[in-house]
């Protein structure tokens, strides 16, 4: 069974995706620019911004899946949360603009999220005292 608590996590996270993605996609230039950030890649951008949009809209879509479906969305989330994490180290660590802080404080906060509930339901769903089966 599935939490209701994470099926609403994946609503949220639709929304702050979608926020934040779709004036990314549509106007990158104006929007980055307002925030500091050059130079700006307008391609590299929209492509942040359609896995933002692709990863948000299946978090929507998927939000009533089964227990498989949401494990391999968290699986999906995790990866994604590090590599963002590490992106955004990276362009902080080369002087990157103070908007990154933002971007990976965001990241941070959504892989501990997912990571959480991906352990909670390893725990949740495995036999008391053994490792979940391994495929």
Do not use: C
Request: aromatic share 14%; glycine share 8%.
């Amino acid at each position: 069974m599935v939490p209701d608590w994470l099926r609403r996590w994946f609503v949220i996270h639709f929304a702050v995706d979608w926020l934040v993605g779709l004036p990314l996609f549509i106007a990158p230039e104006a929007l980055l620019r307002l925030f500091g950030w050059h130079p700006i890649d307008p391609l590299t951008t929209r492509l942040f911004a359609a896995a933002l949009l692709g990863i948000g809209g299946q978090s929507f879509i998927g939000r009533s899946g089964n227990l498989a479906e949401f494990r391999g969305m968290l699986n999906l989330k995790l990866v994604w949360a590090a590599a963002a994490v590490v992106a955004f180290l990276i362009s902080i660590l080369t002087r990157g603009p103070a908007l990154a802080w933002l971007g990976l404080a965001t990241f941070v906060a959504f892989f501990g999220l997912w990571l959480y509930w991906a352990l909670r339901l390893r725990r949740e769903t495995s036999p008391s005292g053994s490792s979940p089966p391994r495929r």
